[in-house]
Nanobody
Framework: QVQLVESGGGSVQAGGSVRLSCAVS????????ITWFRQAPGKEREGVAS???????FYIGSVKGRFSVSRDNAKYTVYLDMSNLQPEDTAMYFC????????????????????WGQGTQVTVSS
């Protein structure tokens, strides 16, 4: 059974940077998709960045150029580096796992994800 553990959230001032980590366990292969979602209070969950099994990536427009998703295969860990953070980036961030998504052209449909992390809070103050 795949398990995900996020870490790295916290509070930061506008313009600052944060690195989130998503550690994957219970999966022996190194090709898998991780997508980062976020949900702010009173708002719907949205996918913000995704890395496919072939290391292709996708970012939504509001984070493109500020967020970067990468993986360390040896550590079974995927990172989300967030820079120039703004108050509107404040949310609970979740990573989600899919063994079926290889090439990324967009944020994959939620139904394709087989496991979710517990979330980590990122708070950006102005």
């Amino acid at each position: 059974q795949v398990q995900l553990v996020e870490s790295g959230g916290g509070s930061v001032q506008a313009g600052g940077s944060v690195r989130l980590s998503c550690a994957v366990s219970g999966y022996r292969w190194r090709s898998y998709c991780i997508t980062w979602f976020r949900q702010a209070p009173g708002k719907e969950r949205e996918g913000v960045a995704s890395i496919g099994g072939d290391d292709s990536t996708f970012y939504i427009g509001s984070v493109k150029g500020r967020f970067s998703v990468s993986r360390d295969n040896a550590k079974y860990t995927v990172y989300l580096d967030m820079s120039n953070l703004q108050p509107e980036d404040t949310a609970m961030y979740f990573c989600a796992f899919s063994s079926r998504v290889m090439n990324i052209q967009n944020i994959p449909p939620v139904v394709l994800f087989e496991a979710w992390g517990q979330g980590t809070q990122v708070t950006v103050s102005s």
